[in-house]
């Protein structure tokens, strides 16, 4: 009798380990799925020329400047603005940029382009927050090779 209730007890321990582990892993990935991440906050971000043109000639220095703005329109400090120029091998652009609400334009870097042609370059800025995008702008610069080629 005895070795019959030890050899139930030892028979269904593991299935009662298992079972628990199991409910504990269906409790974790259920309190995950009831509770995202929140929102990043409402922000805008406004990137532009820093002279005013929206042209340039191929290998001439183009400034970028750009705000990062809350919903009030205050600015914003301590995010990165990832920059990108399309089509890619267009130009040679900073990678990212540190806003600094100090500056009067928030921030500001250095494109140098390569385009052989008259062409249409697109830069984005975006800053991303919990692998989202929480603010974006794009703008377009006509390139054209140098007078003297």
Request: aromatic letters at 10%; proline letters at 12%; one cysteine or more.
């Amino acid at each position: 009798m005895v070795l019959q209730h030890i050899w139930e007890v030892r028979f269904r321990l593991p299935i009662l380990f298992v079972a628990v582990f199991l409910l504990f892993l269906s409790l974790s990935c259920h309190d995950s799925a009831t509770n995202p991440p929140p929102p990043p906050p409402p922000m805008t971000l406004d990137i532009y020329p820093v002279n005013g043109l929206y042209e340039v000639d191929t290998g001439f220095n183009f400034y970028i400047g750009g705000r990062l703005v809350d919903q009030n329109n205050n600015p914003l400090s301590g995010h990165t603005v990832y920059l990108s120029v399309d089509p890619p091998g267009m130009g040679n652009i900073t990678p990212y940029a540190i806003l600094d609400p100090q500056q009067d334009n928030g921030f500001s870097t250095q494109v140098v382009y390569n385009c052989p042609v008259d062409t249409t370059v697109r830069i984005t800025g975006q800053v991303r927050e919990v692998n989202t995008v929480a603010a974006q702008d794009v703008m377009s610069v006509w390139v054209r090779p140098p007078p003297n080629q």
